[in-house]
Structures are given as structure tokens and as C-alpha cells.
């Protein structure tokens, strides 16, 4: 096993191609939405799902890795099928065979991938491009350079870590305020325990 979690998204591509879209993606779509799921990805969680190293090749991401992938599950997850014999073009689909490990996404990768297949499906080949090529970290990176990740902003990362920081803080700060009380009510219960002990005798 090379990648698991490249492993699962081209598993889970493949075969949401087939049954929705009702036909087989070809290997560009493929890389091309393997690199918006971890463009996507890194936006929201600071790293790239796929665990690939893109670089910015003759037309945009790619990386030998993916290649790799396809290599190791030909034959067994996947069939790969020549729609011209006389052209270097492939198509992919899912076999019978039972996938050799696990294949099942996590909520938080599936959602990503979702929104990025219905947009996909929703889009024209302009639009998609418009998003790789328009968009860091493409726009800054030279031809045959490494594709760096790091350029993208976070902002809704960054909002979700300052939101979590305020709430540990207010947590915090309730925290305190609710032992203050307690302690407080300890107080109160000691110095009138003569008067309540009294009190009960007289009833």
C-alpha cells in the first residue's frame, strides 16, 4: 500500500462517476480532482489530504505519485480501459473485485469532496481551470517548480482556531466563576450552620 488516503479518494471518485454522472472520468479529471479535494482540503484543516507533492508540470498539478496509485490498483480496484487505441487516453472504472483496503471516507473529507464533485458536474472546463491555474498556490508558482501549499490562505481556519481559543477561554472563565461560588457557598453554609442547627431544635 502506497497513499491509503489517495487510495480511498480515487476509489470513491471513480465509482461517484459511474453511478452519477453515468460514465467513466479520464485520468486528467482525475488528478484535477484529486488536486481541488486537497486544495480545498488545506483551506479548511492545513494539510493536504492525498499526502501527494504536486508540482506544477507542462499544463498544471501533477505528480508521479498519482501515477503510482494507478499502477498499484489496475487491475484490482480499477480497470483502466483505452477509448482510442491509437491514443494515449484513458478512462477508469470500478471493478468486482473487492477493494484490498479499506475505502470508506471520513465525514469531513467526504464533504469536501462532495461539494467539489456537484460543482464539478455544475461547471464548464473554463470555470474548473479558471479555479486551478487563477488560484494559489498555482499563481505563484513557476513551471516545474513544487507546488507549496503553504501560499493558500486559511481564512476559515483560522477562524475556526480563534473561535476554539475564545471558547476555551470563556470556558475557562466560567469555570473559575462557578468554583468562586462554590467556595463562596461554602463560606456562607459554615457561618450560619449555628443558626440553622438552632433553628431546627426550636421546631
Known amino acids: 500500500m502506497i497513499y491509503p488516503k489517495a487510495y480511498k479518494l480515487?476509489?470513491?471518485?471513480?465509482?461517484?462517476f459511474h453511478k452519477n454522472f453515468k460514465r467513466?472520468?479520464?485520468?486528467t479529471e482525475l488528478i484535477k480532482l484529486l488536486y481541488l479535494t486537497d486544495l480545498e482540503y488545506y483551506k479548511n484543516y492545513g494539510e493536504i489530504y492525498s499526502e501527494f507533492?504536486?508540482?506544477?508540470?507542462?499544463?498544471?498539478?501533477?505528480?508521479?505519485?498519482f501515477h503510482q496509485m494507478l499502477d498499484y490498483m489496475r487491475g484490482v480496484e480499477i480497470a483502466e480501459l483505452r477509448k482510442d487505441p491509437d491514443e494515449n487516453y484513458?478512462?477508469?472504472?470500478?471493478?468486482?473485485?473487492?477493494?484490498?483496503?479499506?475505502?470508506?471516507?471520513e465525514e469531513d473529507i467526504r464533504n469536501v469532496l462532495f461539494n467539489n464533485l456537484?460543482?464539478?458536474q455544475e461547471s464548464d472546463l473554463k470555470?474548473?481551470?479558471d479555479v486551478v491555474y487563477k488560484t494559489e498556490p498555482m499563481v505563484s508558482t513557476e513551471?516545474?517548480?513544487?507546488?507549496d501549499f503553504t501560499k493558500i490562505p486559511l481564512n476559515v481556519r483560522d477562524k475556526r482556531l480563534e473561535y476554539r481559543k475564545k471558547r476555551k477561554k470563556k470556558l475557562e472563565e466560567?469555570?473559575?466563576l462557578q468554583n468562586k461560588i462554590e467556595n463562596h457557598d461554602i463560606d456562607l453554609l459554615t457561618a450560619y450552620k449555628p443558626f440553622r442547627d438552632r433553628a431546627n431544635e426550636l421546631i
Open 24 to 27: 467513466n472520468p479520464n485520468r
Open 10 to 16: 480515487l476509489y470513491f471518485i471513480i465509482k461517484y
Open 143 to 147: 513551471r516545474g517548480s513544487a507546488i
Open 127 to 129: 470555470q474548473i481551470l
Open 174 to 176: 466560567i469555570s473559575k
Open 118 to 120: 456537484f460543482i464539478y
Open 90 to 105: 484513458f478512462l477508469y472504472a470500478i471493478t468486482l473485485k473487492q477493494p484490498r483496503h479499506d475505502v470508506e471516507l
Open 53 to 65: 507533492r504536486y508540482i506544477f508540470y507542462h499544463y498544471g498539478p501533477w505528480t508521479n505519485q
